[in-house]
């Protein structure tokens, strides 16, 4: 098993800009792809982004493209989520996630292990 702790979110202003950590423990960092997920008040929880185990691969929903950004460093045994340009709209709780194989599917049943999520506030 992984364990995944999320940091890093608090309360941003619209334009600005905050980077989430997906601290990592357990087996193997790097034998897992990662991914960021999000969860708005009384919305379902959505994909955010995705990054293989070798950091070669990435993907992005539609919503984030060009603004986020997914990252990883093995070394550290952490994932990170660098969003910038943030809108009122990328309110939510973050969730970081784990899956044994890269894909850009986003189906979040996908995934074996969750941390508990950070929440982001976007201020207008």
């Known amino acids: 098993q992984v364990q995944l702790v999320e940091s890093g979110g608090g309360l941003g202003q619209a334009g600005g800009s905050l980077r989430l950590s997906c601290a990592a423990s357990?087996?193997?960092?790097?034998?897992?792809?990662m991914g960021w997920f999000r969860q708005a008040p009384g919305k379902e929880r959505e994909f955010v982004a995705v990054?293989?185990?070798?950091?070669?691969?990435?993907d992005y929903a539609d919503s984030v493209k060009g603004r986020f950004t997914i990252s990883r460093d093995n070394a550290k045994n952490t994932a990170y989520l660098q969003m910038n340009s943030l809108k009122p709209e990328d309110t939510a709780v973050y969730y970081c996630?784990?899956?044994?194989?890269?894909?850009?599917?986003?189906?979040?049943?996908?995934?074996?292990?969750w941390g508990q999520g950070t929440q982001v506030t976007v201020s207008s």
């Open positions: 990054i293989s185990l070798n950091a070669f691969r990435t």
């Open positions: 996630a784990a899956r044994n194989y890269y894909s850009s599917s986003g189906l979040s049943q996908e995934y074996a292990y």
């Open positions: 357990g087996r193997t960092f790097s034998s897992y792809a």
